[in-house]
């Protein structure tokens, strides 16, 4: 089962930032998954967990990130 915020128990385990010109955020840990939106660089982001090389993280709102264009603190 892939978790979303809804799931997590309210504890960030980081904080990062977007490292990208831009970085998409999806609604799932997968490049098929479909795209809600982008941060530009610099965004400091919440990091919630892991899956493999995904973050789920939240900002302004909250997705999934690849790991690779987020600079953890």
Known sequence: MIPTLADWDGAATAQGSVTADTLNYRSLPNLQAPILGTWP???????YC???KWLLVQAHATGWSH???????
């Open 67 to 73: 790991s690779a264009y987020i600079q953890v603190a």
């Open 41 to 47: 660089r610099n965004t400091v982001l919440t990091i």
């Open 50 to 52: 892991r899956v493999e």
